[in-house]
């Protein structure tokens, strides 16, 4: 390897070790390498961040980012928890089965794990512990309903990735349905036993009209990822065009049905949105630069070597990686983690013959684990405030959770049908 190379990779590590944003420790290690390579100028800087910005699909983030704020500022949390609750509030456990699945419906409609959490687990940790839960338990149960939020489509991280490795967005979209589904039952599975065995309490009978109510209230949050993935899959229009869709619906949604966003309100919903925009665009071009650098020196070879030398096949591989991301996850923030190691590990997974729609599921899936994984997962961290409790009292309610999660994550690893499928038909 290239001395250059090196100190690309020495450089960002050290930055980030001091505690430098990842944006501007990911710029630094390419100027870095750029000076120290008498083959590259300065130029190189000017082309990858232009080409980086000049992609019609990067429009998605921007529009994801202010639908999924209308949404969470237009009242649709608390009736989306209110239909979860007519739904299962009254199975043993229910008020925790309310709150994943609250979790569940939410996630397909702001994209983010870190808004999801805290729109839902502002209302359901009180809840959960008026009714008698535990607060760590309690405060678990909204970190982990979090992960959710970038599996289940739409999902910012799903368009990131897929702008970083060149993979089709909107398959990468289709190929979270299933999995989210699936991991969102197991956890309910899990809570369910959990309140069994620990004699939770649960609410009245089933009641017909009170689901009903929920429903015709929450119908109009509920139809809009149905309309996204609809749109997408019937061909209407693209990933970046169902997020305009979004945001337009909405803006309906909100201040004309719901009417809980007003025109002050809305200024402040696109203030937090340009900010947010501003600070992950930053972020992604320069870890574009810095993908582009590593394909130049061939890093991607050399890694691909070193895991030949390991594993000879794609399942060991596979494993391999299960574990690397679930390393990285309990350390690194989920952003980093995929802009650094997605076009390292992208190119790899395809040499070892890995459908790239299937391992880009795999790698985003494990991503939201490491959200809410001990000790620095950010939904985590999010839930810790909202409770006011300790990390190390969370870490230890949380950690059956994130096990049930883990090995859904190799069931997607081993079973690609369940996240092939969707974009199969797709193609077909």
């Known amino acids: 390897m290239d001395y250059p190379?090196?100190?690309?990779?020495?450089?960002?590590?050290?930055?980030?070790?001091?505690?430098?944003?990842?944006?501007?420790?990911?710029g630094f290690s390419c100027i870095v390498s750029i000076l120290l390579d008498d083959k590259l100028q300065f130029l190189v800087i000017a082309q990858r961040i232009f080409t980086g910005a000049d992609n019609f699909s990067m429009l998605a983030i921007p529009a994801?980012?202010?639908?999924?704020?209308?949404?969470?500022?237009?009242?649709?949390?608390?009736?989306?928890?209110?239909?979860?609750?007519?739904?299962?509030?009254?199975?043993?456990?229910?008020?925790?089965?309310?709150?994943?699945?609250?979790?569940?419906?939410?996630?397909?409609?702001?994209?983010?794990?870190?808004?999801?959490?805290?729109?839902?687990?502002?209302?359901?940790?009180?809840?959960?512990?008026?009714?008698?839960?535990?607060?760590?338990?309690?405060?678990?149960?909204?970190?982990?309903?979090?992960?959710?939020g970038i599996i289940i489509p739409p999902s910012i991280v799903f368009v990131i990735y897929g702008n970083i490795t060149g993979t089709s967005v909107s398959e990468l979209l289709m190929a979270g349905v299933i999995p989210g589904i699936i991991c969102?039952?197991?956890?309910?599975?899990?809570?369910?036993f959990k309140a069994r065995k620990e004699n939770y309490p649960k609410e009245d009978n089933f009641s017909f009209k009170k689901f009903l109510l929920s429903f015709r209230s929450a119908s109009w949050a509920l139809v809009m990822p149905l309309v996204i993935l609809g749109g997408i899959y019937a061909g209407v229009f693209t990933p970046t065009e169902s997020a305009v869709v979004?945001?337009?619906?909405?803006?309906?949604?909100?201040?004309?049905?719901?009417?809980?966003v007003t025109l002050k309100s809305s200024w402040?919903?696109?203030?937090?949105?340009?900010?947010?925009?501003?600070?992950?665009?930053?972020?992604?071009?320069?870890?574009?630069?810095?993908?582009?650098?590593?394909?130049?020196?061939e890093i991607p070879v050399i890694v691909t070597e070193a895991f030949l030398y390991i594993a000879d096949n794609?399942?060991?591989?596979?494993?391999?990686?299960?574990?690397?991301?679930?390393?990285?996850?309990?350390?690194?923030?989920?952003?980093?983690?995929?802009?650094?190691?997605?076009?390292?590990?992208?190119?790899?997974?395809?040499?070892?013959?890995?459908d790239p729609v299937h391992f880009g599921l795999i790698f985003v899936f494990l991503l939201a684990l490491g959200q809410a994984t001990p000790p620095f997962g950010t939904t985590m961290f999010v839930a810790c405030g909202i409770s006011k409790q300790p990390v190390?009292?969370?870490?230890?309610?949380?950690?059956?959770?994130?096990a049930v999660e883990w090995l859904c994550g190799l069931l997607f690893?081993?079973?690609?049908?369940?996240s092939t499928w969707l974009p199969s038909m797709l193609r077909g």
């Open 246 to 260: 979004a945001v337009a619906y909405g803006l309906i949604v909100c201040l004309v049905i719901y009417k809980e």
């Open 268 to 297: 402040e919903i696109i203030h937090s949105t340009a900010v947010s925009t501003a600070n992950l665009m930053m972020l992604v071009i320069t870890a574009q630069m810095f993908g582009w650098l590593i394909t130049y020196y």
């Open 64 to 148: 994801f980012i202010l639908a999924g704020n209308i949404m969470s500022e237009g009242g649709l949390s608390k009736r989306l928890v209110a239909f979860a609750d007519s739904c299962v509030g009254w199975i043993s456990g229910g008020i925790s089965l309310v709150s994943l699945l609250a979790c569940t419906f939410f996630a397909a409609i702001s994209g983010s794990s870190v808004a999801t959490t805290a729109a839902i687990g502002g209302l359901m940790y009180p809840e959960m512990t008026k009714r008698g839960y535990p607060k760590n338990y309690a405060a678990a149960l909204q970190a982990v309903g979090g992960t959710l």
């Open 392 to 402: 190390s009292t969370v870490s230890k309610a949380i950690l059956p959770f994130i």
């Open 5 to 26: 190379a090196i100190f690309l990779l020495v450089s960002l590590v050290v930055t980030l070790i001091i505690g430098l944003p990842i944006t501007w420790s990911l």
């Open 413 to 418: 690893t081993y079973m690609p049908a369940l």
């Open 184 to 192: 969102g039952f197991a956890l309910c599975l899990y809570a369910y």
């Open 314 to 354: 794609k399942y060991i591989f596979l494993f391999l990686v299960n574990i690397l991301l679930l390393l990285f996850g309990m350390f690194m923030e989920v952003g980093a983690t995929n802009l650094i190691l997605a076009p390292i590990l992208a190119p790899i997974a395809i040499s070892f013959g890995v």
